[in-house]
């Protein structure tokens, strides 16, 4: 079905951001068209076009790969500052079964990749920024808007900009149902590989077959790491979790293969430090000695409900929640900025064959988001 031709500020945004493809490159994107400078540039050149003394920037984080990072004009210096900071990449787009590009809206639902993580919250932001543009010099706080770049892989954009500026809180934007996730499990991805020595299979005895030990260390996840990890616990947030995700390794069915690499997913709750994984890392290599481990983190997060701030929104009906998941709140908390993750929309659209978010639910964020935004007003 063809969108209407007019949409709310918010719908229509939403759609815009939607039709350019800013897919995450790592990993199996299923499109050529990836990264997300073009996303990045429009997003740009709409805030330049709307707030004609907003500070706009595009600084690269990786090549081809940038942030975009605008400053609303404020009317007196050092004022405590607030930032509004979705992320510009999705998800691969391999398996949809819809347009991941498409924006197509239909029963009263927008549809693409992006419609709910999180170019759905994105532009329900930029729509309450458009609509409280004539007071944003006034609040008490100076107003951030930053598209970050490499959320769903590396968190690349919220490492460079939390590490250049600090903030008195951060909204990362995520569906979160416009509650706020003031805490959530971080991750460890481990990549594990085992080595063998390649032979022709008819003499398997003459090499060594790097799949048999990667048995033992999938059995040992799934029988004994799974259940250790359940000690770990949060009352919020529940118990920490490992998953295998990924398997693969050889050449040929008749060739003895010589390695085998398989990735593994742990949500970690807050209190699993440097002690946890080195543990974690004994266990598996009591099982195989020379198996090789590397790492990728993203932090828990923590962020004191009672921020004043936050009490702010908790008037306006927002509850404080904790999440499974992880996002760049908890990289600017690492680095001293109160941060939570709030948006509009379900994460249980996100990351779906067909992701959607719901016209009503973007409005909504847009309407909340400026109602928070005067809030901010001097009395």
């Known amino acids: 079905m063809e969108a209407p031709l007019s949409l709310p500020i918010a719908a229509a945004l939403c759609r815009e951001l939607i039709r350019i493809p800013s897919v995450n490159p790592d990993d199996n994107p299923g499109t050529p068209h990836t990264g997300e400078e073009r996303c990045a540039q429009w997003i740009a050149e709409w805030i330049q076009g709307e ?34 900071a979705p992320h510009t990449d999705t998800v691969s787009v391999a398996g949809m079964t819809i347009d991941p590009f498409g924006a197509e809206i239909k029963e009263g639902r927008m549809y693409g990749r992006g419609a709910s993580d999180t170019k759905g919250p994105m532009a329900s932001m930029l729509a309450a920024l458009h609509a409280a543009k004539d ?9 951030w808007f930053a598209g970050l ?43 594990l590989t085992t080595r063998g ?25 799934r029988d004994d790491l799974a259940i250790w990890l359940k000690s ?9 979790t490992i998953s295998a995700g990924t398997l ?61 701030l936050l009490q702010k929104l ?23 900025s109160p941060a939570i993750a709030m948006g509009p929309g379900s994460i249980a659209q996100a990351h779906t064959r067909d992701e959607w978010i719901a016209l009503e639910d973007l409005e909504k964020g847009a309407a909340f988001f400026e109602a928070f935004l005067r809030s901010l007003q001097p009395a």
């Open 51 to 84: 707030f004609s003394e907003a500070a706009v920037s595009t600084p690269e984080v990786l090549p081809g790969r940038p942030n975009v990072i605008a400053r609303f004009p404020s009317d007196a210096p050092h004022k405590p500052r607030l930032l509004l």
């Open 135 to 143: 007071i944003l010099p006034h609040l008490s706080h100076e107003i």
């Open 149 to 191: 770049a490499g959320e769903e892989a590396g968190q690349h954009g919220a490492h460079a900009l939390a590490a250049a500026e600090k903030f008195d809180l951060v909204i990362a934007g995520e569906p979160t149902e416009l509650d706020f996730v003031h805490t959530h499990k971080g991750s460890m991805f481990l990549s």
């Open 197 to 221: 020595v390649a032979v022709h299979s008819a003499k398997p005895e003459a090499g060594r077959n790097a799949l048999y030990p990667m048995a033992d260390v999938l059995r040992l996840i």
């Open 232 to 240: 770990f616990t949060h009352p919020l947030l529940g118990h920490s």
């Open 248 to 308: 693969r390794g050889g050449s040929k069915t008749n060739v003895v293969p010589d390695f085998c690499v398989s990735t593994v997913d742990i949500r970690l709750v807050p209190g699993q430090d440097a002690a946890f994984e080195e543990a974690l890392f004994a266990r598996l290599r009591h099982v195989c000695p020379d198996l090789e481990i590397s790492v990728s983190r993203a932090l828990p997060l923590y962020t004191d409900p009672e921020h004043p």
């Open 314 to 336: 908790n008037l306006q009906g927002a509850a404080a929640v904790g999440a499974p998941w992880f996002c760049d709140a908890a990289v600017f908390a690492s680095h001293g």
